[in-house]
């Protein structure tokens, strides 16, 4: 089967790219406004793309329904610093709630129960609850365009990470096994890292 790009709708596009590029790591973002208002959504279309220096990409694509742009990006045009939350199954329920469109003015930190702790280089707060957050100012965007499904790429630089050290092994290094952490994948479908999915694969 053969399928051609330019003959599908945003949305045909879309449902294909997330079930076929996947699993997905979750990027929990805590942005401000400009007036000090916190906005918190989930974005899938996310990674790391460079240690020296330390640097993130999540992209909060534009509707498809009508081209319109998410809070996120809104806010990180005013205020271009962003904390980014690693999503692991404890609070996964919580991360669905808060990707919901709340209206303006929502801060979904509350719908969701979350609790915001304070950063330290940055303005917006980052999430109490997750077991490892990213503080981040954002060098760039690169918006990939105007149509609804464009995507903006969030080019961040990671200034201070704050990592629950039960999740630690006895290195210091982050264990898998003691991190479950969530991925991505189309439709309502998702999964989670843990002992009977995890193997090691040695370096040739």
């Known amino acids: 089967m053969m399928i051609c790009m330019s003959e599908l709708s945003a949305a045909e596009k879309q449902n294909l790219l997330v079930s076929a590029v996947a699993p997905r790591p979750i990027a929990l973002a805590s942005t401000i406004s400009r007036d000090g208002q916190v906005n918190l959504s989930p974005f899938s279309f996310f990674n790391v793309f460079s240690s020296e220096p330390p640097i993130l990409i999540f992209s909060p694509a534009r509707r498809i329904r009508d081209g319109s742009r998410k809070h996120t990006l809104i806010n990180i045009e005013e205020v271009p610093e962003v904390a980014i939350s690693i999503v ?17 003015g929502v801060n979904e930190f509350e719908p969701a129960g979350f ?13 109490k609850e997750s077991r490892v957050n990213m503080e981040c100012k954002v060098k760039e965007i690169k918006p990939m365009g105007a149509r609804g499904g ?16 039960t999740i630690l092994d006895a290195g210091q290094k982050i264990c898998p096994l ?7 994948l189309g439709g309502d479908w998702y999964c989670r890292m843990d002992e009977f999915i995890l193997f090691k694969l040695p370096k040739p």
């Open 115 to 127: 609790t915001e702790s304070p950063s330290v280089a940055i303005r917006p707060p980052f999430v």
């Open 88 to 104: 692991d199954v404890a609070i996964l329920e919580q991360v669905n709630i808060s990707s919901a469109e709340f209206p303006d």
């Open 150 to 165: 464009a995507g903006n790429l969030i080019i961040c630089e990671v200034l201070v990470m704050h990592i629950d050290e």
């Open 178 to 184: 003691k991190f479950s952490q969530v991925g991505r």
